[in-house]
């Protein structure tokens, strides 16, 4: 067998290996954890009233962090 016919099935498989993990995460309610890092910076942003430098230090990380964090 040559090796595109491998990657292929590689790829094939983590494809569906990966659409398995969303419906399991959708059905045990749980969230990734960069999602949980987006949603925890958001409540610190509501919190400080969009004060970026005062959310960022009550995360405990710093101002560039928080920026990287947040969607574009």
Do not use: N, W
């Amino acid at each position: 067998m040559g090796k595109t016919k491998r990657r292929a099935r590689r790829k094939a498989r983590k494809r569906t290996d990966d659409s398995h993990l969303v419906a399991l995460r959708k059905r045990l309610k749980v969230r990734t954890f960069d999602q949980l890092k987006l949603a925890e910076a958001q409540k610190a942003l509501v919190a400080c009233k969009g004060d970026k430098v005062l959310a960022a230090a009550l995360l405990g990380i710093g101002k560039t962090t928080l920026y990287r964090l947040l969607p574009s």
